[in-house]
């Protein structure tokens, strides 16, 4: 899931679950990465700090062997 805003919904992670999908994970939503859309830059160029970028490189290493 993808901006989820404040606590993550166990119903949203039973809804993947009922339409044969499997949840990776939760990315929060952020700031940053709308500033970043706004001016253009590459979502890449995110800084290691940022929510989501944590949140994300917690995910790679649970699904990335």
């Known amino acids: 899931m993808n901006r989820v805003q404040g606590e993550f919904?166990?119903?949203?992670?039973?809804?993947?679950?009922?339409?044969?999908l499997?949840?990776?994970g939760v990315l929060p939503a952020d700031e940053t990465i709308a500033e970043f859309?706004?001016?253009?830059?590459?979502?890449?160029q995110?800084?290691?700090?940022?929510?989501?970028?944590?949140?994300?490189?917690e995910i790679f290493e649970v699904w990335i062997p």
Do not use: C, F, S, W
Not at 37 to 44: A, F, N, S, V
Not at 46 to 57: F, G, H, I, Y
């Open 37 to 44: 859309d706004l001016e253009g830059k590459p979502t890449i």
């Open 46 to 57: 995110l800084p290691d700090d940022t929510q989501a970028v944590k949140r994300a490189n």
């Open 9 to 20: 919904d166990p119903k949203m992670a039973k809804l993947v679950e009922e339409v044969g």
């Open 22 to 24: 499997k949840l990776a």
